[in-house]
């Protein structure tokens, strides 16, 4: 496995700016654009605030939210997941809905999520809902162990796309497809991160194997801040940098890498099973 990584390793660098952990400072302390939400004594703010640690045993798990919600932004944490976690999913995530109360039916949500394991290989479920209750998985076997190091999870959402990217490669791209009648995050959203039991869908936890801990770090926000009494176009601005035009399309390197990532890494993909009849954006490809 360790040769496998670090061949890719190698192939991505000569395309991406940065391929192992990053080792840009994280200087942003977390009070200030975030809060814990649940499971506060299990959420544990390290280092002067530039490192959070979430805990997980078998009384709680945790979680913290952006106080403000944005309405587009290119939104980025790095992240460590816990090892020998199987049943337990890390989570970093944008969702409309404010105190993560579980439903919220009409709700829009952009998702990262690790699904807990007990060593390699590791699997990232990606997730897009849109004003309903989504199903758009797409799931990658990533080429890394997400367990050692931390790396870089963002989120671009903008009018005409969203990327998510692991360590500066795309790995997803979801186009505005409204024109043919597909759905498309629009409403204003929070940024959480969050542990917790997910034994339902991913098997019983060990709980032996603990302590499960995950950490974050980077919590600066790029991002458009909305609140109630902004105006809704302000955050198409194409004066925001993730807005703007070279923001649309992934360059033509991108696209290259892109491509590779579908061909080998993505295990499960919502177009192509039974309920792509559902979806106009599955007709057309990305
Ligand atoms: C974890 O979730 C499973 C499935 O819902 C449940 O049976 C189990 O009791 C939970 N464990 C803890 C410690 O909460
Ligand atoms: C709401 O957002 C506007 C900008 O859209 C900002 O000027 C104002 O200070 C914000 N208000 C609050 C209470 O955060
Ligand atoms: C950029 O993406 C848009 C859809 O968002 C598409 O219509 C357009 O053709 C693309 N432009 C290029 C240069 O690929």
Not at 261 to 266: A, D, E, H, Q
Request: aromatic residues 14%; contains cysteine.
């Amino acid at each position: 496995m360790g040769s496998l990584y670090l061949s890719l390793c190698v192939i991505f660098l000569f395309l991406a700016s940065n391929c192992s952990s990053s080792n840009k400072a994280d200087v942003i302390p977390f009070d200030k654009n975030y809060i814990p939400l649940w499971g506060i004594d299990h959420v544990s703010i390290l280092d002067q605030g530039i490192q959070v640690q979430i805990r997980i045993d078998p009384t709680s798990g945790g979680g913290f939210r952006s106080r403000q919600a944005y309405g587009s932004g290119f939104f980025r944490i790095s992240l460590k997941i816990p090892t020998n976690a199987k049943g337990i999913l890390a989570t970093f995530y944008l969702t409309s809905v404010e105190d993560n109360t579980p439903g919220g039916g009409n709700h829009d949500e952009l998702d990262f999520e690790f699904l807990g394991h007990d060593g390699p290989p590791y699997i990232l479920n990606t997730n897009v809902f849109a004003q309903d209750s989504g199903h758009r998985e797409q799931q990658f076997n990533l080429w890394f162990d997400p367990t050692l190091d931390f790396h870089d999870y963002e989120i671009l959402w903008n009018k005409k796309q969203i990327v998510f990217f692991i360590d500066g490669i795309p790995i997803r791209v979801f186009k505005n497809n409204e024109l043919i009648g597909a759905k498309y995050p629009k409403i204003p959203m929070y940024i959480h991160g969050s542990l917790w039991n997910a034994s339902e869908w991913l098997g019983p936890t060990d709980w032996s194997r603990g302590p499960f801990v995950a950490n974050y770090r980077g919590f600066e926000i790029n991002g458009c801040p909305y609140n109630e009494s902004s105006n809704p176009q302000d955050c198409e601005s194409l004066q925001y940098p993730w807005n703007a035009p070279n923001n649309w399309n992934l360059t033509t390197e991108q696209q290259n890498i892109y491509k590779e990532i579908k061909n080998r890494f993505i295990v499960y993909d919502y177009c192509e099973s039974e309920s792509a009849k559902n979806f106009p954006e599955c007709r057309i490809g990305s």
